[in-house]
């Protein structure tokens, strides 16, 4: 079945960069979305189709794709962005969808 | 404004069938391109899609889930139904349903219900 890899975690100071990256075979022909879980919340949307920001999402948000990765970045981290989140796409068929295994941000 | 709320048993059986029903407003499943989605999230692990249905009827389902899964939808009534068989103590999670659209067609799963918790236990 197919999958999409993410890291456990990723660690940043407030205000630096982070970076979350999500590999997946078939991301090359296929979209990626982002969402963002925090605590006990029912998860939120912030990229879809690889780079789209969904409105009220900060530009700080920014995301791409490049070959089997895409990647999220939040510019400026904050200690609010702290949360999970999970990469999400289909796979070649575009009938299977997945999340990733999830990464957690921490900002401190 | 757009809102989806799951309903069902917080505790089951193994063994039993688990039959969850998401209500919304703000969109109707009879537009074209509108589809409703089921996730679940055991406790403390990752989120995992199980189901989709679309406007036009068609059912998507997770291929390892496929035989013990069934969505289905009341128009008239806003909701989206989803059954699952032989419940074990493994699919113990909070169960989502959530609003998207068709590969490529805007943004997907935008708006989530707050969660259903199911405990699987005897």
């Known amino acids: 079945s197919y999958e999409l890899t993410q890291p456990p975690s990723v660690s940043v100071s407030p205000g630096q960069t982070a970076r979350i990256t999500c590999s997946g075979d078939a991301l090359p022909r296929k979209y990626a979305y982002w969402f963002q879980q925090k605590s006990r919340q029912a998860p939120v949307l912030v990229i879809y189709e690889d780079t789209k920001r969904p409105s009220g999402i900060p530009e700080r948000f920014f995301a791409f794709s490049s070959g089997t990765k895409a990647i999220l970045s939040i510019s400026g981290a904050q200690v609010d962005d702290e949360a999970d989140y999970y990469c999400y796409s289909t796979d070649s068929s575009g009938n299977q969808w997945v999340f990733g295994g999830g990464t957690r941000l921490t900002v401190l | 404004q757009v809102t989806l709320r799951e309903s069902g048993p917080a505790l089951v059986k193994p063994t039993e069938t688990l039959t969850l029903t998401c209500t919304f407003s703000g969109f109707s499943l009879t537009t074209n391109g509108m589809c409703v989605s089921w996730i679940r999230q055991p406790p403390g692990k990752a989120l995992e899609w199980l189901a989709r249905?679309?406007?036009?009827?068609?059912?998507y389902y997770n291929t390892s889930l496929k035989t013990r899964l069934t969505v289905s939808k009341d128009t008239s009534k806003n909701q989206v139904v989803l059954t699952m068989t032989n419940m074990d103590p493994a699919d113990t999670a909070t169960y989502y349903c959530?609003?998207?659209?068709?590969?490529?067609?805007?943004?997907?799963?935008?708006?989530w219900g707050q969660g259903t918790l199911v405990t699987v236990s005897s």
């Open positions: 249905i679309d406007w036009d009827g068609d059912e």
């Open positions: 959530a609003r998207t659209r068709p590969y490529g067609s805007g943004p997907a799963l935008d708006f």
